[in-house]
């Protein structure tokens, strides 16, 4: 007697194309971070050294190399490691809200309604498609050519520049200040490019019902903003602040000196050390800052 076919029931088609669909995360997750992860835990635990005949050799150490880490070893411009991890970390913090605030305030200018809307969106994100460092480029061409000791990158060859240091003599303690800020701007428009994207597509999911809901119950341009975007982006947000952390910990120097330490001073163990403790700094700073959004997410769900 031929048996009936067994059919796989939905629950468990549904459980293996969802395997289907991640496995190629999970194989790159395996081969391309846990593999090496597993290895640089276990260097730091090390002093690995150079063989006679080639080769990697290991000298268990335990936790020493984290010990000599904060306590010996210093950073290429001789700064303590607690000290770069203290200022790595305040530049974090203080750069976080000023990057995704002005990229919410983009993304609410570009979704405005006006002539010449597309052109004022392709300026914008001309940096972003050509990369900051040409942009600054053609800025340091149309703006100078002159070289002027200044401490400053963009400005300090500018014409106008020269002209009010060398003609009116305008005190660069006065100068500096205003140039830093200037060039600061440009930095700040690089690094909130994808934000400013991502919000002006969340801007532009609110349904036009909402908006329409609080004009006709009296609303000001305020209290909508405050009662109906602000909860409407609330997870978008969420996205933005994890994706803006983990970017500027990918420019942190602290990836600089692990380097360094690997592989210009032969210290693979205190390099392998260095990049455990700031993978772990890194988590725990993602940790607390998906905590705090969280329950700021969960309240506008209410």
């Known amino acids: 007697m031929k048996k009936p076919n067994k059919k796989l029931s939905f629950r468990t088609m549904w459980k293996i194309h969802g395997l289907i669909f991640v496995s190629p995360f999970l194989i790159g997750f395996i081969a391309f971070f846990l593999l090496p992860l597993v290895n640089t835990i276990y260097y730091s635990l090390n002093n ?3 063989g006679d005949q080639g ?11 984290y010990i000599d880490l904060f306590q010996k070893e210093v950073t290429t411009t001789n700064t303590t490691m607690a000290r770069l991890f203290t200022e790595e970390n305040s530049t974090m913090l203080l750069s976080l809200p000023l990057i995704v605030v002005f990229s919410l305030f983009m993304a609410l200018l570009a979704n405005q309604k006006f002539k010449g809307r597309a052109i004022v969106r392709l300026l914008f ?12 480029d053609m800025l340091t061409i149309t703006t100078g050519g002159t070289t002027l000791d200044t401490g400053s990158n963009l400005l300090s060859g500018s014409y106008v520049t020269i002209f009010l240091v060398r003609t009116l003599n305008v005190p660069m303690r006065v100068l500096y200040p205003i140039m830093t800020y200037v ?4 930095d700040l428009i690089s690094q909130a490019g994808v934000q400013t994207l991502v919000y ?8 036009p019902s909402l908006y329409e809901v609080s004009k006709m119950e009296g609303a000001t341009a305020y209290e909508t903003f405050w009662k109906v975007t602000i909860p409407s982006i ?4 969420f996205f933005v602040v994890i994706y ?7 420019k942190s120097s602290i990836a600089e000196e692990a380097y360094a330490f690997a592989f210009t001073q032969g210290k693979i ?7 455990v403790v700031y993978m772990g700094n890194v988590i725990l700073v993602l940790a607390i800052a998906a905590l705090l959004l969280r329950k700021a997410v969960k309240k506008n769900e209410k």
């Open 234 to 237: 609330m997870n978008i947000t």
């Open 125 to 136: 994100f001309l940096p972003i498609i050509l990369g900051i460092d040409v942009v600054m």
């Open 200 to 207: 002006l597509t969340a801007l532009q999911s609110i349904s």
């Open 48 to 50: 690995v050294g150079v």
């Open 244 to 250: 803006t952390i983990v970017d500027l910990f990918l």
């Open 183 to 186: 060039e600061n701007i440009f």
């Open 269 to 275: 163990g205190v390099g392998s050390a260095l990049s």
């Open 55 to 65: 080769g990697m050799t290991f000298e268990w150490t335990g936790i020493q190399n």
